[in-house]
T-cell receptor
Framework: GAGVSQSPSNKVTEKGKDVELRCDPISGHTALYWYRQSLGQGLEFLIYFQGNSAPDKSGLPSDRFSAERTGGSVSTLTIQRTQQEDSAVYLC?????????????FGPGTRLTVT | AQSVSQHNHHVILSEAASLELGCNYSYGGTVNLFWYVQYPGQHLQLLLKYFSGDPLVKGIKGFEAEFIKSKFSFNLRKPSVQWSDTAEYFCATFPSGGYNKLIFGAGTRLAVHP
């Protein structure tokens, strides 16, 4: 079946612009995660959505970052007024939560470059 | 806070050599441990996982890992590496009390020379 998809695959933007990154999780997966992969910081958790519960935003680095998940499926990560330190690969993952620990399936990522 | 340490940042091996990548986790109650691999230009994918039971876990592509509770370790092993194993390997765990995010180690870049 189809895996997690993300778009765009690459995004180059000028400092100060807003960007939107999209994630389509695996159909039927109730949980969706955003991570960031950057040199020197490794893989960092950003935000987590599970069903209709309030999202866990504890990993968002600043209030310029926000995310939403519409209809329990597609998610959009928005970065406002981008800064050069936002340059990274943004990864989305999804999983089927059955009350315990489950494998997360990752998408190919969006490489964001802020110039 | 829960954390994961990978001490080998870069490993270079020749084909057919044996591989062992270290992973140590901080104690946090229930232990759930993962090894993910990222091949060049590809997305992260699961190699193997440990939740409970037999501490020797076998994964895909001939990889295995051993959970040693007394050492807080979950080292990844492969008896004979191939050039196609060239990739970055990440150890990960869930934080204690929740399954809502993975905590990753810094990763180990493995280069296998033919």
């Amino acid at each position: 079946g189809a895996g997690v998809s993300q778009s765009p695959s690459n995004k180059v933007t000028e400092k100060g612009k807003d960007v939107e990154l999209r994630c389509d999780p695996i159909s039927g997966h109730t949980a969706l995660y955003w991570y960031r992969q950057s040199l020197g910081q490794g893989l960092e958790f950003l935000i987590y959505f599970q069903g209709n519960s309030a999202p866990d935003k504890s990993g968002l680095p600043s209030d310029r970052f926000s995310a939403e998940r519409t209809g329990g499926s597609v998610s959009t990560l928005t970065i406002q007024r981008t800064q050069q330190e936002d340059s990274a690969v943004y990864l989305c993952a999804s999983s089927f939560i059955s009350g315990g620990a489950e494998e997360q399936y990752f998408g190919p990522g969006t490489r964001l470059t802020v110039t | 806070a829960q954390s994961v340490s990978q001490h080998n940042h870069h490993v270079i091996l020749s084909e057919a050599a044996s591989l062992e990548l270290g992973c140590n986790y901080s104690y946090g109650g229930t232990v759930n441990l993962f090894w993910y691999v990222q091949y060049p230009g590809q997305h992260l994918q699961l190699l193997l996982k440990y939740f409970s039971g037999d501490p020797l876990v076998k994964g895909i592509k001939g990889f295995e890992a051993e959970f040693i509770k007394s050492k807080f370790s979950f080292n990844l092993r492969k008896p004979s590496v191939q050039w196609s194993d060239t990739a970055e390997y990440f150890c990960a765990t869930f934080p204690s009390g929740g399954y809502n995010k993975l905590i990753f180690g810094a990763g180990t870049r493995l280069a296998v020379h033919p």
